[in-house]
């Protein structure tokens, strides 16, 4: 009998997992066969989320110098270091004839330079790129069987193997382990949204839930008509991009840069509002130069042990939070006095020690900084980032078009001033909260929201282009604070904002736009919602429980599953992504590595039952990896 493993998810973290086996398998396993089983209805490399069938128009979120699927040395990981190009190394290695492509891409991978942003078309080229050479990177021992079907349930005692039961097939794989690498899913909807469906199909209206945009069947939006949209992160970006330049309109650039938009005439009028009114912050335009801020300083390693270690637990407001604001504020200020010290009073030794000193949020800490920091425009508030329409109020709404509109403009041009550089330490900085955050586990929506706005803005011409639209009237802002309710008198959906009291929009369509909120109980994966049923452990959030260590499985008395991990968005350890900015110590690569670990070193440990029921020493057969067209995937 030979070992097996069932990896659920053919998306960038089962394409991560696998060269992380690929790099840890001559040290952990040896040369014993063994079978690698893919499971996924989408294509290896991208997955569901970058499979190659969407939209050209759909762009990724990342400078192609700040994508990449391989460790350097500054990950913290027991595995070896197997470096690999980034999306833009990977990109000049194909220009110059290294790497061959499709020749539909050519065109594509011409134009892209470092800091632009490619197209998910193409990133999907990328990670098939990554899959294929992590296979065969493989020992010869090591065969992949890729199955195109979903993974439905997982049966089998905690101490035998597994069955992994796939829709269609009438008998399951057997696995020694299974590890889902699910990515991005679809929920049930809540009873809110379930509530607005249901009126709206009492009234002829049109409801889209939340989901990923590129999935959203858009036809039902009409020419002409207003759609009131609740969400403006990047589910938003994509749905303005596909009702606009998706329904054939164009853009035109004076001699200043500024865009005009050419309509199609087949566009809705977008009224988007959400808790903020904003978009995310744009994206960052310039590099940083000189040293990086110091971090972790006052949330590392250290506090998140003490944290853990508390009795009693700790609360994340209370606990968690000051600590990761006196963390931010760290950075922003190092970055101040040692790269702009004309805006400063003191040096910075003598500024750093009284930080240090000071209580997170305490009235010695804002003393400190109104002493030694004189322009308020200098100051780090991360209250008021997140609340930048606080208490203003604005007599209409054409008044709030404009002002937002100024906004939008002040925010770009700051991103992309290197005069403004510690907005861009802070950003270094979330990436270090984020990687200790991973230990705790379940940080809930608010965190993640919070990150997303500061640090996963969209791209700056994603946003001069929103200008456009929005001094074309296709785009309508609504304001902070934004409510929808079902009209029942008129049969209409009504927006309404803080902002701008005493007015609001009716409209026969609403857009959530904004993903599902990752939860087991309510998940549209019918393999989640089993393992839930059937006894894994769940965080008040709804996240799939497990161990922060290797993402081993928990049960709700807290046994990590033997056979059983999960790796990604659903789990409590989720990272900020399958892919991550080159040397920055990436989270989703130290899990990839340390379950990559725990898989071989068990596998090698327990050795599959023989028909007697003891172990069966397997020869080693050097059987070629296999690949999609070598070999019988189910189809």
């Keep these: 009998m030979k070992p097996s493993v069932v990896i659920v998810g053919a998306g960038p973290r089962g394409t991560g997992l696998i060269e992380r086996i690929a790099a840890n398998a001559a040290e952990l396993y040896g040369d014993t066969p063994l079978d690698l089983h893919l499971v996924d209805p989408h294509p290896p490399g991208g997955g569901r989320i970058w499979r190659r069938d969407q939209s050209p128009l759909l762009w990724m979120n990342s400078m192609a110098e700040d994508v990449t699927m391989f460790t350097d040395e500054t990950v913290e990981l027991a595995g070896p270091v197997r470096p690999g190009p980034s999306l833009a190394e990977w990109a000049g290695a194909v220009r110059a004839g290294e790497i061959p492509v499709e020749p539909a891409l050519a065109a594509d991978i011409a134009a892209l330079g470092p800091q632009d942003f490619a197209g998910r078309r193409l990133q999907s080229a990328y990670l098939r790129w990554v899959y294929d050479r992590s296979v065969a990177a493989l020992p010869p021992q090591v065969a992949v069987h890729e199955h195109r079907r979903t993974a439905v349930r997982i049966t089998g005692p905690r101490e035998g193997r597994q069955q992994v039961w796939l829709d269609g097939r009438p008998e399951p794989l057997a696995a020694d382990l ?9 929920s049930e909807p809540p009873p809110e949204q379930r509530e607005l469906t249901a009126f709206a199909a009492r009234h002829g209206l049109t409801h889209l839930p939340p989901a990923f945009t590129a999935d959203s069947d858009l036809d039902a939006l009409r020419p002409g008509e207003p759609v009131i949209v609740r969400g403006f992160g990047l589910a938003f970006i994509d749905l303005m991009v596909l009702l606009t330049e998706g329904r054939g309109g164009t853009y035109a650039a004076d001699a200043d840069g500024r865009l005009t938009y050419l309509p199609s ?3 809705p009028v977008l009224h988007v509002g959400s808790r903020r009114g904003v978009p995310y912050h744009s994206k960052i335009g310039y590099e940083l130069t000189g040293g990086r801020p110091p971090v972790p300083r006052f949330f590392g390693p250290e506090q998140v042990d003490e944290l853990l270690a508390r009795p009693a637990g700790f609360d994340f407001r209370h606990d968690v939070w000051p600590l990761i604001d006196k963390e931010l504020g760290f950075a922003h200020y190092h970055r101040l006095f040692t790269a ?29 900084v109104a002493a030694s920091v004189p322009d308020p425009a200098d100051h780090l508030d991360l209250d008021a980032l997140d609340h930048p329409l606080a208490g203003l109020r604005h007599p209409d709404g054409d008044a709030l078009q404009e002002a937002l509109r100024g906004y939008i403009e002040a925010d770009l041009a700051r991103r992309h001033d290197p005069e403004h550089s510690p907005d861009l330490a802070v950003f270094l900085a979330l990436l270090s909260v984020y990687g200790q955050l991973i230990r705790i586990g379940d940080r809930g929506p608010w965190w993640h929201g919070f990150f997303s706005y500061l640090a996963s803005g969209p791209p700056g011409p994603r946003l001069r282009r929103l200008l456009a639209l929005s001094r074309a009237g296709v785009v309508r802002f609504l304001g902070a604070g934004t409510t929808v309710t079902a009209d029942q008198r008129a049969g209409v959906f009504r927006a309404a904002s803080a902002t701008v009291p005493g007015e609001s929009v009716t409209a026969r369509a609403l857009v959530e736009a904004r993903l599902p909120e990752p939860t087991v109980e309510h998940t549209q994966d019918s393999l989640l919602r089993a393992l839930h049923a059937e006894g894994a452990a769940s965080t008040p959030a709804g996240l799939l429980a497990v161990d922060p260590a290797d993402g081993r499985i928990l049960d709700r008395s807290g046994r990590p599953h033997p056979r059983r991990l999960a790796l990604g ?40 039952a023989g028909p007697s029921g003891g172990p069966r020493t397997v020869p080693a057969a050097r059987t070629a990896p296999l690949t999609e067209d070598s070999h019988a995937a189910d189809q």
């Design 569 to 608: 968005p659903h789990t409590d350890a989720r990272s900020g992504g399958a892919f991550a900015r080159p040397r920055t110590n990436a989270p989703a690569f130290r899990q990839n590595d340390a379950s990559a670990r725990v898989l071989l070193t068990f596998l090698r440990d327990h050795p599959p």
């Design 340 to 368: 702009h010290p004309g805006r400063t009073r003191v040096n910075w030794s003598d500024f750093e020690e009284k930080y240090a000193a000071a209580d997170p949020g305490s009235a010695e800490l804002q003393a400190l």
């Design 265 to 267: 005439g087949r566009e």
């Design 178 to 186: 299974v590890v889902l690498t699910l990515g991005h899913l679809d």
